[in-house]
């Protein structure tokens, strides 16, 4: 009955301690755990700022002395769109960790009114933004145009796309005029010369426009026979830049030679005969 007591009293002095040393490891796994949740695995910070140490750290652990990194923050670009991988050591053990330099913040950028004629293409979207700010480049396109054929007030959308994706929409006014007038000929005049003289159908003639500063003339001279006397017409023909175009009818008439008629080529070919005998 003694020895019975006795290995009784050593077995309960033996589970006594193998209880404390499992409280004791429990307690140790549980703080070194709770140590170790401490490290985030994955920050992010915009672009054009900076990151440190502690922002990879839900709070600071018991033991600093055996928290390290491989990583020199103040080496980091953070003007580029990155990602840096990396580690930190706690206690021995390696945690990877990355480092995002991301931009998620979309460009800004203010419309310039366009004013347009309704023949005019509507320009390029990058040259009616202006002020872009972001951190990364910018593409600045249309997103929806309208048509603008009728004149008018329109509104298009431009689009603005930074290096990460973000976009921003931007309506841009379009105040758009509609030219119907057509240009405006003066000066014209009916015309009379004898066969095979030249005319010259533009002289004193003037065309203006109210919008196109360089209206074309044309002159369809078609129905006209210089070397057959008769009455014909000639037709002149005005176009601005939109298209609208205005006419005139002249008339032409091409009287024949008469009996004491001198061809022009020998009244100057003695002009300048008598020109030299002067001399």
Known sequence: ??????????????????LLAAVVITVFLIFFISEQSLIKKKVAVEIGTTANFSM??????????YLSTNLDFASVDYKQLQSVFFT??????????????????????????????????????GKCITNIEDST????????TPDISLGG????????TDAAGNETLVSVPLSVTRDSVPPVIEGYRDISVIVGESITYRTGVTVTDNYDKNPRLEIDTSGVTLNKAGDYKAVLKAYDFTGNMSEVTINVKIKPKPANYIEPDMVYKQAKEIMLILR
């Open 1 to 18: 009955a003694a020895l019975l007591m006795s290995l009784e009293s050593v077995f309960s002095v033996i589970f006594g301690f193998i």
């Open 56 to 65: 990879f750290l839900e709070s600071e652990p018991k033991y600093t002395k």
């Open 88 to 125: 930190i050591t706690l206690y021995g053990i390696d945690h990877d960790c990355e480092l995002v330099i991301a931009d998620t913040v979309p460009p800004k950028g203010e419309a310039i009114t366009q004013e347009l004629m309704s023949v005019d293409p509507i320009p390029e979207a």
């Open 137 to 144: 480049p910018v593409t600045v396109s249309w997103a929806d």
């Open 153 to 160: 007030e329109y509104v298009a959308t431009a689009k603005l």
